[in-house]
């Protein structure tokens, strides 16, 4: 996956940012996949669109390989 401004966070982190944060690029603050917490506050539309294809990405890839049974 290519570099993004998306912050690895743990869970405890990212409730603590819903609860708090006032401001973010989107109306997105803090987002979650696969067990994985991401702080986006700072990514613009098009940074949040290209880590989500990223991520999206990244399970096709998972599923081709055999790793992840889709439901």
């Not at 401004?5 to 803090?30: G, M």
Request: aromatic share 8%; hydrophobic share 35%.
């Amino acid at each position: 996956m290519r570099y993004h401004k998306a912050i690895d966070i743990t869970q405890v982190e990212a409730h603590f940012i819903i609860d708090t944060s006032t401001s973010s690029q989107t109306n997105l603050i803090v987002i979650q996949h696969r067990g994985e917490w991401y702080d986006v506050r700072s990514l613009t539309r098009k940074e949040l669109d290209d880590f989500l294809e990223d991520l999206m990405r990244r399970d096709v890839a998972d599923v081709q390989a055999g790793c992840n049974v889709p439901h």
